[in-house]
């Protein structure tokens, strides 16, 4: 099963968001998510929602995060795959937004809030600038809507685990095994759990039922202390890459 | 001070109906949300479609509006500030004498029968200066519903008042720290309640803003304001007025009192923004006239942002105008010319308030003071025969102690 860690850029900073890279690669990340920070961030928990504040307390701007995802992605073997708000795509130009992402060298992106419904002007420009646009199914998606979601997705199917907003929970949803059972059917790309997991003993539970699991929020808590004090980057990287290795062998195992 | 008026005659062309089923208001509005809320989406546009076709489901609307809120309000010819002006006839249409003091109401009783029709069994909403909140409260308190009121920790601050009452009606105030700490938050915080709560709990925005339908719910529910005054200038006067005035924050009592009169051609509707401190960004929350396209809390529409598209913060004097975007069915009638989009600042707003108190013996909320500051200027630009209908959206008492400390008076 594939380990995919988040992390929001810029948080605390854009050098300390590419050591994180390159740590969450050597822990053994099958694919990395970074998150671009953004102020009104309605799908997202306190966590990742605090880590996007005190990004752009910082002034983190779109340009210099693609600084940095095209020099970072140059050095792992990871693929990075962006997490960005429609409003931010559609300010940028949604074109050029496209453009400077595949040039940064990010595999895909997820688009939170641009719904299958919305998404197949956007999928076809992906499409044609081979990038894999990600959807999302919830589970209050009903079947048949699900089909129509699929259709425009490719890469990999994010499932959200429970009905809510990002952020650890002690137990999943009864109905992911099923949600996870009909997806099956539906599509050959592989199905990656996100929402709410953080711990080894949930991603063992998703064995044989997901093809990957996503870990944000427990992540992104650990560099809440980053915050207030700086000088403690190197221990907390070394955190961050120890938590990320127990769940990667996890997945992995 | 000035108040940039239009030099270009009107010419604007716009249809009543919109939005189509995909909630587009010609290219604005549509829905951009997290999948987890996209089927309650599609749920309500369906009951709702079913209750606007069900006799018995506006007849009992109409009866709570009559009998709980105290509709019809008047429409009231101001005859001294007419007569000060010395041009256009002006007419108040009195939202501020509907229960609760505002046009809030409408909407969410209209809201609330559809919670019950839907068999939600808890509301929740979202609120800026409390008057949608203290609405909610209200409807909910009415109908025994449990209701849970987001509210931004400077804003509750700032709106003790309305806090209390909301409290004594039974609701939940919650209080919301991230961000801004205000209105822009306290929708990003109901959003997220609603995530997770969707499958029992009925999300009541206040708006014409959010993703479709609520644009369409609110504007309908709302537009019994345009309606009535429509039909008592009519009766009142013999013909429709020359021009229609409100404020626009989201836009909620602007839509309402707009789209009865968006297929008289002859009627020039005009929109006043909150000009705050001035055209410098975050000095105002003038989203038409200074923002650009963008996507914010689900819809398509102008937004106030900057170059990566992080919301602005905005000012203005009114707590009810303090948002940083505006309904999408707006940014239509600004792009097809139908409504004409103005500003009004912080101390024309605030000494307007007086003003009308001293000379009508009305005390207008400081938002309604914003489409009043503009139609007053305007009178005197038009011909004694022309008539100006200004929604007088809600009551001032909220505002009196922000108006006594801004003034320098102690209460």
Known sequence: ?253 | MSVALPDTPFSGHATSRVPDAEGRFGEFGRRFVPETLMHALEELTVEYAKAKADPSFQKQLDGLLHTFVGRPNPLYFAERLTHECGGAQIYFKREDLNHTGAHKINNTIGQTLLTLRMGKKRVIAETGAGQHGVATATACARFGLPCVVYMGEEDIRRQKLNVFIMRTMGAEVRPVTSGSRTLRDAINEAMRDWMASVEDTHYILGSVVGPHPFPMIVRDFQSVIGKEARAQCLEATGRLPDEVVACVGGGSNSAGMFYPFVDDTTVELTGVEAGGRGPKAGDHASTLTFGNKGILHGTYSYVLQDEDGQTADVHSISAGLDYPGVGPEHAYWKDTGRVRYVNIGDMRALHTVEHVARTEGILPALESSHAIAYALERAKQRKPSDIIVVCLSGRGDKDVNEVARLTGQEL
């Open chain 1, 1 to 253: 099963m594939a380990f995919m860690p988040f992390i929001a850029a810029g948080d605390p900073d854009l050098p300390t968001t590419a050591r994180l890279l390159k740590e969450l690669a050597a822990s053994g990340a099958d694919l990395i998510e970074v998150g671009f920070p953004y102020s009104d961030p309605i799908a997202d928990g306190p966590v990742i929602q605090a880590s996007y504040t005190r990004a752009l307390a910082k002034h983190v701007k779109l340009k210099e995060i693609f600084v940095t995802i095209t020099s970072v992605s140059r050095e792992i073997q990871s693929p990075l795959v962006g997490m960005v708000s429609y409003a931010i795509i559609f300010r940028h130009g949604i074109d050029a937004f496209v453009q400077e992402a595949k040039a940064a060298g990010f595999a895909g992106l997820i688009v939170p809030d641009l719904p299958g419904d919305e998404a197949s002007g956007f999928a076809a420009l992906m499409a044609k600038h081979e990038l894999d646009l990600i959807q999302l199914v919830a589970p209050t998606t009903p079947p048949d809507r699900a089909a129509k979601i699929l259709k425009h997705a490719t890469g990999f199917v994010y499932c959200i685990a429970v009905a809510g907003t990002t952020g650890v929970r002690k137990e999943l949803a009864p109905q992911l095994a099923e949600m996870l059972k009909s997806l099956r059917t539906q599509t050959a790309l592989p199905l990656a759990v996100g929402f709410g997991i953080s711990a080894p003993d949930q991603i063992h539970h998703l064995k044989g039922k997901a093809d990957g699991v996503i870990v944000g929020s427990a992540i992104v808590k650990l560099l809440e202390n980053l915050a207030s004090d700086p000088s403690k980057t190197d221990a907390v990287l070394r955190d961050i890459g120890s938590f990320a290795k127990t769940l990667a062998d996890a997945a992995h195992t």
